[in-house]
């Protein structure tokens, strides 16, 4: 009986060894065989099962695949476990991909940790006909509240002025400016999403902006990296179910409050992105195919609050921590503040193109700090040929951003903070083309206009009010960012003591 089972077993771990061998044999026969077959992009030779995992940094990806693009060129692939990727790098190639073949690179690939948060609704992680209403209706209703007017302007000083009495209540101490400047933002986007702002002492908003900073912080983690190429991993513990954790919470909080603007809701008085949401709705009732349904506008107000909340946030804690780095380049910024605007009237818009020196640096700024380098990743909507490489339709493409606004043939000193880089021989102000913070194209970030006039009315106010400084007996900056699912300064502290005052 025991020579049967050891027998019965040792067939079974035969068969079993068997089996796998056979796999790994099918996925480099087959797998690795039929891209070559297909002209599909050279790249790195991949191991069976993990890819070319073993190959990259997870915690800076973009950094990797900047590096791979020197060796394999500006279209190459690599495998992310067993997910194929096609990463596009440089100037060139990323304009060729997302100007000149806009639609055939419009869609969203799948991703496992997106499908979870967004569930293919919403504006950001949407593709096809959902994606085309979403947006036309988002960007029309933010066009109605003010965004691209003068309108928008004055909502947006009015709350950089609350973020200078919040500043000056520090009194010239050290402090954290992650929170204050996510609320400064998110407030703007507030304004228009809810028709109203809340107070930075706010509890459900201090628990909403928490939660998504730290979402934002586990997105660029390893194990969700990990997580996107393995799903079937989802029952281990890490930061993949940390971040479903706190979307959840978000989504509650979000809920909550769409919950009571629909029992506040005046047609009479329509006052905000929630309000037009629920007409629209009301609207499109009697339509069974619609997309007007409680999904999207939960998803669509996320992606609003957390693009107000996060990414203009952080571009300006970026432009903070830098002029502390760079008092010099702090001075020259304040010098202008002073000759074109003075110390008592607020700035404007108008002001920028007599401020052709603060423009350049909020523009370097942007490009230094690249805050989403790689971009958020495409589809490939059809089959297509694609400067001499054939891409399936379907194909997961990265846009790498970092390889745009660090392209060598592009800027003069791409790894220095030069704000040279947008100044001619006479220092008037120019534009670059290879400046896609943004990314660029029919996907390019809706609120681009909007994050515009943030970062400057926000930035001309705190340089005019404030000499930002680093704390006494405080360290040499390091400008390394933060790993996360954008990249931000290392946590720091600088004192704001009153523009023109000794410290």
Known sequence: MAVVDLFSSSLVTTLLASSLVGILLVYLLIGLGSSSQLNYPPGPRPLPIIGNLHQLDLKRLYKSLVELSEKYGTVYSVRLGPEKVVVLAGYQTVR??????????????????????KEGSGVVWSNGEAWKQMRRF???TLRDFGMGKRSIEEKILEEAGFLVEKIRSYKAQPFNTDIITNFATANVICSIVFGERFDYEDEAFLNIGNLVHESFRLLGSPMVQVYNAYPFLR?????????????????????????TKHQELNENDIRSFIDTYFVKQ??????????FHEKNLLITTSDLFIAGMGTAATTIRWAMFIMMKYPDIQRKVQEEIDQVIGSERSPSMEDR????????????????ANIAPLGIPRSTTV?????????????????LLASVLYDKSQWETPDKFNPGHFLDA??????????????????????ETLAKVELFLFFVTL????DLRIPPGGTELDLTPLVGGILSPKPHQLCAVPHQQPC
């Open 138 to 140: 988002m960007l029309s």
């Open 96 to 117: 060729n991909a997302l100007i000149n073949h806009a639609d055939e690179f419009l869609g969203r690939p799948d991703v496992p940790i997106m499908n979870i948060l």
């Open 383 to 399: 089959d297509l040929n694609f400067q001499g490489y054939f891409l399936p339709k379907g194909t997961y493409v990265i846009p």
């Open 463 to 466: 340089l005019q009010k404030f």
């Open 426 to 447: 006479a220092g008037k102000f120019v534009k670059r083309d290879a400046f896609i913070p943004f990314s660029t194209g029919r996907r390019v970030c809706p609120g």
């Open 235 to 259: 029952f281990l513990p890490g930061s993949h179910k940390e971040i479903c954790t706190h979307f959840k919470k978000l989504k509650t909080c979000l809920e909550d409050i769409i919950k």
């Open 353 to 368: 193109k007599h401020m052709p020196y603060t423009d350049a640096v909020i523009h370097e700024v942007q490009r230094f």
């Open 282 to 291: 009301q609207e499109e009732s009697g339509n069974p195919d619609t997309y």
